[in-house]
């Protein structure tokens, strides 16, 4: 392999470092759009799935538990989420998201996502061998 061929983990870098500083306009327009802090509507989307107990809602959502029961407790009061008792383990309740919440997800879901200026400045060439290596790796 030549000696200027990056490594996967430092190319990982490059993408994750673009998507992620860039992403700050993009969760502030989505707050404002549905109203309530983007870790609820992080939340919501990871209950599209499927229903969830509160300690893998957790996990999922890269939150404490705390945060969560507090998160949970919101989205509940909004009507966005049920808990109902786990018919596999009745000690435990199944957090699910109700038809007002998906309606909330696909709402917050059309706010606008301009590209980052540093996409905006690639040439043509540039944007179609992009387009098909990620094509490539959106299996």
């Not at 470092?17 to 707050?31: N, P, Q, S, Y």
């Not at 786990?86 to 997800?105: F, H, M, Q, W, Y």
Request: proline content about 7%; hydrophobic content about 40%.
């Amino acid at each position: 392999m030549p000696a200027d061929t990056p490594t996967t983990d430092e190319v990982w870098r490059q993408l994750t470092h673009l998507v992620m500083d860039t992403r700050d306009g993009w969760k502030r327009a989505v707050a404002e759009r549905t109203g309530m802090p983007f870790s609820r509507f992080r939340v919501l989307r990871r209950l599209l799935a499927g229903p969830l107990t509160a300690k893998q809602l957790a996990a999922a959502a890269a939150m404490d538990a705390p945060a969560t029961t507090v998160a949970v407790n919101d989205l509940e009061d909004r009507g966005l989420v049920i808990r109902t008792i786990d018919p596999t383990n009745r000690r435990c309740k199944l957090i699910s998201i109700t038809d007002a919440g998906r309606e909330t997800v696909a709402y917050a879901k059309e706010t606008p996502d301009p590209a980052p200026a540093e996409l905006s400045a690639l040439g043509p060439d540039d944007l179609r061998t992009l387009h098909e290596i990620l094509r490539k790796l959106d299996r």
